[in-house]
């Protein structure tokens, strides 16, 4: 912009200097015109006379110092004008100069104070945020690990729980087979003795059935009276009391404690057990009327009363 102001400035001074010179040449000639010219007033003068005068001059209208004088002029004024010219350019480039150098300043103290701001607001942020980011990052840490603990924990609990709860369901399966596979072997056992004739192959089966379930009173009682079959009393006396102490309301065992006393001779003891046997069972007085231990009590009164007791009645009353 500065530029085209300087050309338009040149181009009209440019313009004037010929209008300048053409001006002072006509006032030279004028001048001149009058030094030669009558003292007749040109009042009465046609332009047919002027032009006939103008044709009849004999001396040229200028003389060489007059156009010394205006080369002179000419001269000095395109001098003033270069120079008006340069100082023109020189203030323009000072201007140009002066404007860039505020640019300059504003362009770099834009920068500086961006920079005093992003410093200061970074120093503010370190002072007094850095150590909230950093508590509150520990803060975070510490949470979230505590939360991992306790979940951890708790899953243990959890897992540890899940574990007992399958090692006793684990031992109970384990116990289940074992008693499945006791109580095969205890049945394929009791299947035995029932197939036996010999009353020891029998003691020896249920020998084996003690083996495996040392309580059992059935094996006990029905030990008991293979014993008695290999008149052993006595010793079955002893198996009948054990089965006794483990079940006192089971039948078999006072019939079969009934038999061993009646085998030695205790009749009174022999009546009272059996009497306990058919009170838990009536089927023991139809076996006691035909068994062969209660042989030496069939004429006992009390015997008879117990295993016949209808007859008996029946003998009071007539």
Partial sequence: MTTHFIQQALQANSRLLPLLAGFLLSMFIATGTQAQQPTEPPDNLSAEDVEQRIENLEKPMYTPFVELYL?????????????????????????????????????????????????????????????????????????????????????????????????????????????????????????????????????????????????????LSYKADAVLEMQEPLWAISLCQRALKLAPDNGHAHYQLACAYAEIGRWEDAVTTLQKAIDISEAYRDDASVDPSFEQLRDHDSFRALIFPDTEENNTDA
């Fill in 71 to 219: 080369l002179e002029e000419s001269k000095a004024l395109r001098k003033e004008m270069q120079n008006t010219r340069a100082e023109l350019i020189e203030k323009v480039v000072d201007k140009e100069l002066s404007v860039a150098d505020k640019t300059m300043s504003y362009a770099t103290d834009t920068v500086t104070y961006f920079f005093y701001l992003i410093a200061g607001a970074t120093s503010i942020l370190v002072v007094i945020g850095w150590n909230s980011i950093r508590d509150m990052r520990n803060q975070l840490t510490s949470l979230a690990e505590k939360r991992v603990n306790e979940l951890v924990i708790e899953y243990e609990k959890r897992l540890k729980s899940i574990e007992e709860q399958l090692q006793q369901k684990s031992d109970i399966i384990h116990q289940n087979q074992a008693e499945i596979e006791r109580t095969n072997e205890v049945h394929s056992l009791w299947l035995k003795a029932s197939q036996e004739t010999s009353q020891q192959n029998k003691i020896s089966a249920y020998d084996q059935i003690l083996d495996l379930r040392p309580d059992d009173v059935e094996a």
